[in-house]
């Protein structure tokens, strides 16, 4: 159980095009699913925490109005690259939290933007 | 803010041996969880293990312990009997156990490589 999927996992696009990725918590509702970003050989940073039904909550130095973040059910959450540039190339993992517990974080495959 | 540092960026080790992945962490709560997460070349995070702050006991899963010296703020992850499968970047993580602060907080990870 506790599985997340990413959709696409990789996806190429030219400058100035948005660029839309899903995650989808598939056995389990989510209230709240965290969006991360990697660059290569680094660690993952936090961007955004994305509440169910609510703004999300966005990390400093994050640009809200270009990493759109719409979490408009319990089991899907996504994230929009708006007017990409190839400085946003990158790697972008979300997690879900499951409920109860300590609430632990599942993690999705990954999805790998390249900004040409 | 809560900071996580690993410093060791590389490790390595003979098949079958046992390696240890250092870990120290700064906070000012007293109850929160550490976590070791895996990241095969795959890129996909996997959960290896976890320790409630508020639990003396060191955490074990199978080949996997954590020697959590919580006075000293460390954690670090022991790996017995170390397998080909085991080589991937090792993450530790740190999470507030308040409720609607559930973000992660990585270190910058350990490269683990097996020597077969």
């Known amino acids: 159980g506790a599985v997340v999927s990413q959709h696409p996992s990789w996806v190429i696009c030219k400058s100035g095009t948005s660029v839309k990725i899903e995650c989808r918590s598939l056995d389990f509702q989510a209230t709240t699913m965290f969006w991360y970003r990697q660059f290569p050989k680094q660690s993952l940073m936090l961007m955004a925490t994305s509440n169910e039904g609510s703004k999300a909550t966005y990390e400093q130095g994050v640009e809200k109005d270009k990493f759109l973040i719409n979490h408009a059910s319990l089991t899907l959450s996504t994230l929009t690259v708006t007017s990409a540039h190839p400085e946003d190339s990158s790697f972008y993992i979300c997690?879900?939290?499951?409920?109860?517990?300590?609430?632990?974080?599942?993690f999705g495959p990954g999805t790998r933007l390249t900004v040409l | 803010a809560q900071t996580v540092t690993q410093s060791q960026p590389e490790m390595s080790v003979q098949e079958a041996e046992t390696v240890t992945l250092s870990c120290t962490y700064d906070?000012?709560?007293?109850?929160?969880?550490l976590f070791w997460y895996k990241q095969p070349p795959s890129r996909q995070m996997i959960l290896v293990i976890r320790?409630?702050?508020?639990?003396?006991q060191n955490a074990t899963e199978n080949r996997f312990s954590v020697n959590f010296q919580k006075a000293a703020k460390s954690f670090s992850l022991k790996i017995s009997d170390s397998q080909l499968g085991d080589a991937a970047m090792y993450f530790c993580a740190y999470r507030s156990a308040d409720f609607g602060n559930e973000k992660l907080t990585f270190g910058t990870g350990t490269r683990l490589t097996i020597i077969p």
């Open positions: 997690s879900a939290r499951t409920s109860g517990g300590i609430n632990e974080q599942f």
């Open positions: 320790q409630e702050a508020y639990k003396q």
């Open positions: 906070t000012s709560e007293s109850d929160y969880y």
